[in-house]
């Protein structure tokens, strides 16, 4: 792999606390990165995500976000930060406003997520071109983010073959849920660039058996170290303990935290940062409007699955906002 960043192991995508006024909680946030970066097993995060609730933040403040992670975290772990750009101009700002805050790389989300430019993912010299033209005017690695079937806004395999040529393209969050395809593409892509397999949902452990460099995934917010074990059991090939890890401690945080399978009124940001109070990491579970605050339902399904996840002892009771009572 002649690339100028070699990515593995676990990346996650981290929240961000807001107080009762939706400020940022600056000392939480590099708290939280802090003690990510004592974890073996981790590679880096990806910051100004969907999970970071992208939308709802300001350049400045992202671009202060990747501040804080660049100092919360050690030299040798990667800060990624997200970039969703309508026009090559903005992105390229945005990248060179990133990579002075010491991001080391970019997670490029598709332009074409928008009604009338969906049909332009289909066309591989409207991606390629578009990757190409920051990669020639920005020094910043950049990784893309491959989403899934139902945006209409995914790539295919061959555009994904001529996206790996270009220099500065590192890796690829790969969140497609069609195996068959993810199987297809890792063929393709492996020892080209990083392939970090992302998947909030018992798909990743399949995903992970096929094969990948590491992952980058929002859940992994919630008892990141368990998150790390399990990639880096998946990397070693160590599958037997990896799928045991899985099915005891991740898939309840999985099916109750993040479940794809029941109807939801809330976003996963929600739900994590419920997790994360009644744990004890945020102090606030707070989301932007128009997203919603997880209601009293919603939080006791969080705490059953951090129960069932072995993070919580059973018969703790938590107030309205997650803190112990």
């Not at 709802?56 to 919360?72: G, I, N, P």
């Not at 303990?241 to 898939?251: N, S």
């Not at 794809?260 to 109070?277: G, N």
Request: glycine fraction near 8%; include cysteine; proline fraction near 6%.
């Amino acid at each position: 792999m002649d690339k100028p960043l070699k990515l593995r192991g676990l990346y996650p995508a981290p929240s961000v606390p807001f107080g009762a006024d939706h400020a940022i909680l600056e000392p939480e946030f590099a708290r939280h990165l802090a003690a990510m970066g004592t974890i073996a097993g981790l590679g880096g995060v990806a910051v100004n995500g969907h999970q970071g609730e992208m939308l709802a933040l300001s350049r400045r403040e992202q671009v202060r976000l990747v501040a804080l992670a660049r100092d919360a975290l050690p030299p040798d772990k990667h800060v990624i930060s997200g970039v969703l750009g309508s026009a090559i101009e903005d992105s390229v700002e945005q990248l060179r406003e990133l990579r002075a805050a010491g991001a080391d790389a970019a997670l490029v989300l598709p332009p074409f997520d928008y009604m009338p430019r969906r049909i332009l993912a289909r066309s591989r010299d409207a991606v390629v071109g578009y990757f190409k033209a920051l990669s020639e005017r920005v020094d910043l690695p950049l990784v893309i983010f491959q989403y899934p079937h139902a945006t209409g806004s995914w790539y295919d395999t061959e555009t994904m073959d001529r996206l790996a040529d270009i220099p500065s393209v590192v890796g690829v969050k790969h969140a497609i849920r069609h195996l068959e395809l993810y199987a297809e593409q890792w063929a393709v892509l492996r020892g080209r660039i990083s392939v970090l397999a992302a998947r909030d949902a018992p798909g990743l452990l399949a995903k992970m058996l096929v094969g990948a460099d590491g992952s980058c995934i929002g859940i992994s917010n919630i008892a990141p170290a368990l998150w790390a074990r399990f990639t880096s059991q998946c990397l070693e090939g160590q599958f037997e303990p990896a799928r045991d890890l899985f099915m005891r401690h991740l898939l309840p945080l999985v099916s109750h935290v993040w479940s794809e399978r029941v109807p939801r009124r809330v976003s996963y940001s929600a739900t994590t940062k419920e997790a994360l109070v009644q744990l004890g990491v945020f102090s606030s579970a707070r989301v932007r409007p128009p997203e919603l605050d997880a209601n009293l339902a919603e939080r006791e399904r969080v705490t059953e699955g951090l129960r069932r996840a072995g993070l919580l002892p059973v018969g703790q009771s938590f107030d309205g906002w997650g803190r112990g009572s």
